[in-house]
């Protein structure tokens, strides 16, 4: 087995049917969709509670890197009023929509949100609080990137309401930098860095990629050393995915660069975790590692199967629409592009453009496969939320294809729930196959 999917941080709409194309059971998932009243255990889930995370999309980037299919636009002229005038008035249609009294945690992601001005980044969080109850100690993230440009703007971002920040430092070697097609130099994400920490002590986290073409497992634990001696409390270790469009792909589809072979991205991993964990990081999830208790709420939410309000260009969400009458919960999207997103939103005051409802067994086939990310996995407490008529024993524990996989090492299912073991985790796609079968052959 290799290492499964490393980047994935909220259930995109594609996750689990790229999961079940290699799985016998498509036919099976296909014919389950039936609205939730057509379900004899059908019942309002009582997770769907007052309370939701809320992410703010900002769609905008200086330079398009070689390795990303994200949703950002390379734009020379960004009306930022208008922007926020629109990201304001999505983020108050959207709570109204939901109902939500309180808003848990706040993420502005991207495309490059350090790029805001840091009075927008205020407006939004004002309109949020005029919605929903934002307590002053709720998590609030930006992700920066680390140019001189944005490093002058931390000082803004935290008198605007921020409390932690995100920097995508990716290396520290200016080849792979270069190669990357990062706008900044591994000196400017140290100068980044050092300023991040000042402001936000306890509060800084990094991202860092491993897999890149040409890097060996000496070199990656090179630049993980380095990234050690200067870090905070958070990591986010992505392994590079090859992505479809990007420029990068288009060198490796044509000889130009390869990529390690599998089996040396599986040791660049599993070094990784050795020596994060040797420092004192505790691997809360497949990607992200923490110590002194700095794990991300807001990611958080999304691993474990919470509501969460997406806003802006291709915002995600996952809530009930309680305005609209509704008890089922919402996958969501909204529209890609910033411009027909704007005009939606100025028309309408939002800009969703699909939205599907989720029965049970979509919300609970998110749980299993968000929920085993985590180190400490699917507890009991945390799947009877979601589904008191059957347990987790109920439908794993009789399995004996989950048993080989308990008796491989790989998975574990006792008194406090159903988890990955140290191993498990490295090859959790593997593990899903079988386990999202046995979910839908007990349902
Ligand atoms: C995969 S990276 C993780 C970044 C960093 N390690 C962190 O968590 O602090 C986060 C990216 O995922 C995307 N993202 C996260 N939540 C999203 C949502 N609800 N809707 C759309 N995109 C989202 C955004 O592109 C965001 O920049
Ligand atoms: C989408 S970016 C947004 C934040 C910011 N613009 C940045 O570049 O750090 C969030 C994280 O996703 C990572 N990412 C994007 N494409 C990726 C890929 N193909 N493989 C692995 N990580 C990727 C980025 O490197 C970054 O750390
Ligand atoms: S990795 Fe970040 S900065 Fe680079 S194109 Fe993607 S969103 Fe923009």
Known sequence: MMPGQLCQVYPRFSLLSNILRRSVMVQKLVLSQWPSWK?????????????????????????RCSYCNFNKYIARNVDEEVMKQCLVREAGTLIQLSQVSRISSVFFGGGTPSLMSPSTIAAILESVSKHAHLAGDAEVTVEV?????????LAGFRLAGVNRLSIGIQSLDDGDLRLLGRNHTALDSLRTLKEARRLFPGATSVDVIFG?????????????????????DHVSLYQLTLERGTALFAQVQKGLLS????????????????ILCSEGFRQYEVSNFARNGALSIHNQSYWQGRQYIGVGPGAHGRFVPRKDGKNLREARIQTLEPDPWM?????????????TDQSELDVLEEVLVMGLRMDVGITHEHWRQ?????????????????????????LLLDDSGLRCSWKGLAVLDSLLLTLLNQLQQSW
Do not use: I
């Open 145 to 153: 990137n680390p140019t001189s440009a944005e490093a002058s703007r």
């Open 39 to 63: 379900n004899p255990r059908s019942r309002e889930c009582s997770t769907w509670s007052d309370q939701a995370a809320l992410y703010v999309h900002w769609p905008y980037c200086q330079k």
């Open 212 to 232: 890149l073409p040409g890097q060996t497992v000496t070199s990656w634990v090179g630049t993980l050393k380095e990234l050690l001696g200067l870090c905070d």
């Open 343 to 355: 005009r939606e939103v100025m028309s309408v005051g939002h800009g969703t453009r699909k939205r």
């Open 259 to 274: 990529r390690p072979e599998p089996e040396v991205l599986a040791e660049m991993y599993d070094v990784a975790r050795q």
């Open 386 to 410: 979601f589904m008191p008529s059957l347990t987790l024993q109920t439908v794993f524990g009789t399995s004996q294809q989950v048993r080989a996989l308990e008796e491989q090492g790989f």
